[in-house]
């Protein structure tokens, strides 16, 4: 038995063994407890792979060398619970990742494995069984090494390159047993599952302990990420809050500079809202603003910025629009908005939204004549001519920019709802 443990001897396999057990339980309550405090999919998954994998591994571990039949068949259930386990680690990283999936597909697999068992063993040939199993567990954690690095996202990147390459480390243990096992084909069954898994142990220990420092790493970044978004983003609504509009603004500005493309600035804000509250209630008030940002999230573009500044006012930052573009947008959200009816549990609620824009060219960003906030106050300025002029329309403040834009001179009429603030402009309440 020594001589076939290769470079260990046995108390140093048995060692190694228990360590790795070890390893897993340890791995699955800090999973657990990872699960249990940040409630994202995936840790829980994880920790019930530990769980299951170690109790495949003891299983056929006690029964490696049994060869009645109720031993084999133990050994059997054992390896296919190893299967079970690594394939729920597989899960878990899908869902981790935000894909939706299913458990059938495990249960198809550790079905798969349990049905092979048997009948490799049935049949007198328990090392094409080993064969077959180290088959199917490399081929699961090269799928595993594929799905960490094709839902990475960019700014976990490192991490999913480590979670690939441990996935790919267990493959190639996994593989070496195989090979190890159809190397002892004309030897002793049992001696050959011992070998085989000698050369499996080292690359398991390793690669299982590293991604378990991989795991929670993933999570704590996902909790953090999870914490900045709540720092800066609307709980409501999920428009970035002020906090997130000013953190982002200044490099969006800087970057649609660089890129030579002129900067749009819409203030929106709902007209009468307070009148809604009174009437309706806040909770009616919360489907409003709701409603509304959601028509505004489905109609932007993913470059631009959308924030919720308070109370009812909301702001969009659009890169890259020329004033033509500015006007066909917000009208077609205040038209939209308009005739959206809001189902309030009781009745169908509708709304109006008073719309004030500001543009800057790229040049005019790149001189630093002006910014977004300068842009955000105009717009702020225009919405309030908006107000004063009968609300549900849309103004321009006038800088020069804009009265010299291609815009048809009959779009500044004081009877269209796209007329010009000329500044000064004048303040009315809202």
């Known amino acids: 038995m020594t001589d076939a443990l290769l470079v260990f001897d046995l108390a140093s396999y048995w060692g190694l063994v228990f360590g790795f057990g070890l390893l897993l339980l340890i791995t699955s309550v800090l999973l657990w407890v990872l699960h249990r405090m940040v409630r994202t999919p995936g840790p829980g998954l994880w920790s019930v792979a530990a769980l299951v994998a170690l109790a495949g591994m003891t299983l056929a571990g006690s029964q490696m060398q049994g060869t009645a039949a109720w031993q084999r068949g133990l050994f059997v259930l054992g390896e296919t619970l190893v299967v079970l386990g690594i394939a729920l680690v597989g899960e878990g990283l899908r869902r981790f990742c935000g894909r939706q999936s299913s458990l059938r597909w495990v249960a198809a697999l550790a079905a798969l494995q349990l049905l092979l068992g048997a009948v490799l063993e049935a049949a007198g040939r328990p090392l094409h069984h080993g064969i077959a199993m180290s088959v199917l567990v490399g081929a699961l954690w090269l799928w595993?090494?594929?799905?960490?690095?094709?839902?990475?996202?960019?700014?976990?990147l490192l991490l999913s390159v480590g979670l690939m390459l441990c996935a790919i480390v267990e493959a190639a243990g996994w593989g070496a047993r195989a090979v190890v096992l159809a190397r002892s084909l004309q030897g002793e069954a049992g001696l050959g599952i011992v070998q085989a898994n000698a050369v499996?142990?080292?690359?398991?220990?390793v690669a299982t302990g590293v991604l378990v420092m991989l795991y929670v790493l993933l999570v704590n970044f996902r909790l953090a990420r999870e914490l900045h978004d709540k720092a800066v983003r609307d709980p409501l609504t999920g428009a970035l809050n002020r906090r997130g509009f000013e953190e982002t603004t200044n490099r969006l500005a800087s970057l649609s500079a660089e890129l030579d493309q002129s900067v749009a600035v819409l203030v929106l804000d709902i007209d009468h809202f307070k009148q809604v509250n009174d009437t309706h209630g806040h909770?009616?008030?919360?489907l409003v603003l709701k409603a509304l940002a959601r028509l505004v999230l489905r109609a932007k573009r993913e470059t631009d910025l959308f924030a919720r500044l308070g109370g009812e006012e909301f702001c969009l930052v659009l890169p890259g629009t020329d004033v033509p573009g500015a006007k066909v947008f917000a009208d077609r959200l205040r038209r939209s908005f308009e005739t959206l009816e809001i189902d309030t549990g009781r009745s169908f609620l509708s709304c109006t939204v008073?719309?004030?824009?500001?543009?800057?060219?790229?040049a005019a960003l790149r001189s630093g004549r002006t910014d977004v906030l300068d842009l955000l106050q105009q717009a702020d300025e225009a919405l309030y001519e908006a107000k004063r002029a009968g609300r549900n329309r849309v103004r321009f403040f006038a800088s020069p920019e804009v009265l010299s834009s291609r815009l048809d001179s009959r779009l500044f009429a004081p009877s269209s709802n796209f007329e010009p603030t000329l500044p000064p402009p004048t303040t009315a309440a809202g």
């Open 144 to 156: 595993i090494a594929w799905t960490a690095i094709r839902h990475t996202q960019a700014d976990c």
């Open 283 to 286: 909770h009616v008030g919360d």
């Open 200 to 205: 499996l142990l080292v690359p398991s220990f």
């Open 354 to 362: 008073s719309v004030g824009v500001a543009y800057a060219s790229a």
